[in-house]
């Protein structure tokens, strides 16, 4: 199995910027590709981006051109640099990893929080 530990969310004002750092530990050898999903208040789990172990990356419109993400194969750690923040991207974030691009996730950190608000 894979464990997830996310860390780096918190409150920051429109236009801000956050970095969310996940690392694995475990079974890695399993995992192909990994990235973040979100959830709103009232709202479904959504995609948000995920990146491969060769570096191929995806996003979700909303986020396309304010959020980047980023990996370190070495630590076995993936990194989202949001940017340009608005108060709808307020939602928990998880980290998650895949064991093919597209597939469904196969194991979800236990997310952190990230709100912005003035």
């Known amino acids: 199995q894979v464990q997830l530990v996310e860390s780096g969310g918190g409150l920051v004002q429109p236009g801000g910027s956050l970095r969310l750092s996940c690392a694995a530990s475990g079974s890695i050898l399993s995992i192909n590709t990994m990235g973040w999903y979100r959830q709103a208040p009232g709202k479904e789990r959504e995609f948000v981006a995920h990146?491969?172990?060769?570096?191929?990356?995806d996003y979700a419109y909303s986020v396309k051109g304010r959020f980047t993400i980023s990996r370190d194969n070495a630590k076995n750690t993936v990194y989202l640099q949001m940017n340009s923040l608005k108060a709808e991207d307020t939602a928990v974030y998880y980290c998650v990893t895949k064991s093919r691009r597209w597939g469904s996730p196969t194991a979800w950190g236990q997310g952190t929080q990230v709100t912005v608000s003035s």
């Open positions: 990146i491969t172990s060769d570096g191929s990356t």
